[in-house]
């Protein structure tokens, strides 16, 4: 087991490993009290800008589903009527000015994440360490823009935000502890903060809190060319590759979550865990593989002309967004004006 790995695992029970970095999570506890004071005595100033703001986050570290909540709710926007942007720190990208991102931004620009909303949703996506002046190259590139969502922004306060979703997966708030002896990245909610709403990426509720559940499914598989040209994933391709030996290579957090999903299709697959935001430098896999599936966040580094005669597939992944979720969250959100 990976030293990752071990940490991600001291994360859920406080065992001696989550016992030994208390100390330090004592540290970092102090430094996010005092953060939350210096914005709450006004000696820290968060910005508003000319649009709403939604920002998507967790509390915990590791992947809880936040990307693919974000490009649910750039749909479900749309449905209401709006034209919404992106904003994303852009995780593992080289620079930190701002960029705004194209279909050809390379992903040590972009990052894989933003990279990845764009190509599936089409929406104006800008990434930088400063969202604030992201959100303002975004809104004068793309005029048109009347909604913005932050993703992964729950602790950036200087950005203030009319909703905030927090997304929560089957670990909830783990040992209930803050990094690194615990997953959180801020104390663990008791009650529901002003303008909040929860969603729950997991089969039941993991917290106290109330929320919503997500339905998540992989819709399709398509190749790696057509999944590139924008063409959508077929439902059937699970079907075609049932009886073969596939291997599915995964670039994430907790890649055995997708490794069940595409067991649950039907798939036979060999598993080939990558680190979070693998970088895809070389190949992980032997050039004589004949099929590899591998997750839109990995897609995004994989060039076609590149994979010789090995066959890859993009299993793509959609959130669905329950009625009273999207009702809930228009509440806090200004009347929309191009309806």
């Known amino acids: 087991m990976s030293a990752v790995s071990k940490l ?37 100033q968060s910005i508003r800008l000319p649009v709403p703001v939604i920002v998507v986050g967790n509390l915990i570290a590791g992947g809880a589903g936040k990307t693919p909540t974000t490009i649910a709710l750039v749909r479900l926007l749309r449905e209401r009527g709006f034209n919404p942007g992106v904003l994303s720190r852009g995780y593992g990208r080289q620079a930190r000015d701002v960029a705004l991102i194209s279909r050809d931004t390379p992903t040590d620009v972009a990052g894989d994440e933003p990279l990845l909303i764009h190509l599936r949703t089409d929406a104006p996506v800008a990434v930088g360490a400063d969202r604030i002046a992201g959100g303002r190259a975004l809104l004068q590139s793309a005029p048109s823009v009347n909604i913005l969502i932050s993703d992964d922004g729950l602790q950036h306060r200087r950005l203030a935000r009319d909703a905030q979703v927090i997304v929560f997966d089957e670990r909830g708030i783990g040992n209930g502890w803050l990094l690194p002896a615990g997953p959180l990245r801020e104390p663990a909610l008791h009650t529901l903060p002003p303008r909040s709403v929860v969603l729950y990426n997991a089969p039941t509720p993991t917290t106290t809190l109330r929320g919503h559940q997500i339905v998540r499914s992989l819709t399709g598989l398509a ?12 439902a059937d391709a ?102």
């Open 8 to 44: 991600q695992a001291a994360w859920l029970q406080r065992g001696w490993l989550a016992w030994l970095l208390l100390p330090i999570s004592c540290l970092y506890g102090l430094v996010v009290a005092l953060h939350a004071i210096c914005y709450r005595l006004g000696l820290m």
């Open 238 to 339: 699970f079907i075609q590759l049932s009886g073969s030996e596939v291997l599915a290579a995964a670039g994430l957090a907790r890649p055995q979550r997708f490794f069940d999903m595409l067991r649950a299709k039907g798939l036979s697959i060999g598993e080939l865990p990558l680190p979070d935001h693998h970088d895809f430098a070389t190949l992980p896999w032997p050039s004589d593989t004949t099929d590899v599936v591998v997750t839109e966040k990995d897609a995004v580094k994989l060039k076609p002309d590149a994979m010789g005669s090995t066959r890859v597939w993009v299993a793509t992944l959609d959130f669905d967004l329950s009625l009273a979720f999207a009702n809930e969250l228009m509440q806090w959100l200004p009347p929309n004006d191009n309806p």
């Open 223 to 234: 190749s790696l060319s057509d999944w590139w040209a924008g063409q959508p994933a077929k």
